[in-house]
């Protein structure tokens, strides 16, 4: 999770120059095909065509809804980061578990522990303060 939070951290700051360059949307789909196609390198290794093969209907649904879903929030993440500043827009990374609460406790069913909540609570919190703060000079 630290090593995720410490990459989410830098990759934000060293994309600002691009950002202030390039617009959003090259970028993302740019740095989208470089994943990819890496992934798509490794694919062999992992037996992707047999798996490929053994994949449903619903599971090409899921793999649509995941991609789109995530290439949207990689552009929006891009977007804003061109619009604020790194530490602003990172501090919002830290909500991306707790999003996965509501669809997970509506569509999967999963209990909503009394902890959860109050974690909700208190990251909202945090980021209203930060948010509020004024801005160093």
Do not use: K
């Amino acid at each position: 999770m630290l090593g995720s939070a410490l990459c989410g951290a830098v990759c934000s700051v060293l994309y600002r120059p691009v950002l202030r360059r390039h617009p959003a949307l090259p970028v993302s789909a740019i740095a989208m095909t470089a994943a990819v196609l890496f992934l798509a390198a490794w694919a062999p290794f992992e037996d992707a065509a047999a798996r490929i093969a053994n994949v449903g209907a619903r599971g090409w649904l899921a793999i649509a809804f995941i991609g789109t879903s995530s290439g949207v929030g990689y552009f929006l993440w891009l977007w804003a980061l061109r619009h604020a500043s790194a530490s602003r827009v990172t501090l919002f990374l830290s909500l991306s578990p707790l999003t996965a609460l509501l669809p997970g406790t509506l569509w999967l069913g999963e209990p909503l522990a009394p902890r959860v909540l109050l974690a909700l609570v208190l990251v909202a919190a945090g980021l209203r303060v930060v948010q509020d703060a004024p801005a160093p000079t």
